[in-house]
């Protein structure tokens, strides 16, 4: 077998890893891993913004809107306004939402980051570079797209979209 092969086969693999994932855990959690890392990150504190939602996943505050209304839907957030603040909003996490988070399977970006971190230094630099690379060859470095694993709806930057 060939390089190019070789390339595409691990290409596929990683794919692959996270579209089996992203089944297992709608299938255990009932939930997409974008809306399992938003209900993580508003289960930190308990409580968060739609913006720091957003700013947290790498996405826009519209993106979160409509996770954010699929995770009330599940009655696994619900929306309160701020007392400090009477126009903000806040995105306040459920029991069944904690629940969610916590007998989810350990999510796949969390197995990577461990094992990530655990890299020298230089094996992380390596890494990054030839992703990095990958998604330049695949003309991808004008798609919107979170440190969230998963294979749902990828949305470009493109306007004519």
């Given amino acids: 077998m060939d390089r190019t092969d070789v390339s595409l086969i691990a290409l596929r693999r990683i794919l692959r890893a996270t ?47 409509t996770l954010v209304d699929k ?8 929306r309160q306004r701020s007392e400090r603040d009477r126009r903000q909003t806040n995105v306040t996490i459920t029991p069944a939402g904690q629940a969610t988070v916590d007998d989810a399977p350990d999510a796949l970006q969390q197995r990577y980051v461990r094992k990530f971190e655990a890299l020298e230094d ?20 004008e798609i919107d797209a979170s440190p969230v694993l998963t294979t749902g709806d990828i949305k470009t930057s493109d306007k004519r979209h």
Wanted: charged share 20%; net charge neutral.
């Fill in 19 to 65: 579209e089996l994932y992203g089944k297992e855990l709608a299938t255990a959690a009932g939930v997409t891993a974008a809306q399992f890392r938003a209900l993580q990150i508003v289960g930190e504190r308990g409580s968060a913004t739609p913006k720091d939602i957003a700013a947290r996943m790498g996405v826009s505050q519209a993106t979160i809107t």
């Fill in 122 to 141: 230089w094996e992380q630099a390596q890494i990054i570079a030839s992703l990095e690379r990958v998604a330049a060859m695949l003309d991808a470095h």
């Fill in 71 to 78: 995770l009330v839907a599940r009655n696994f957030v619900t």
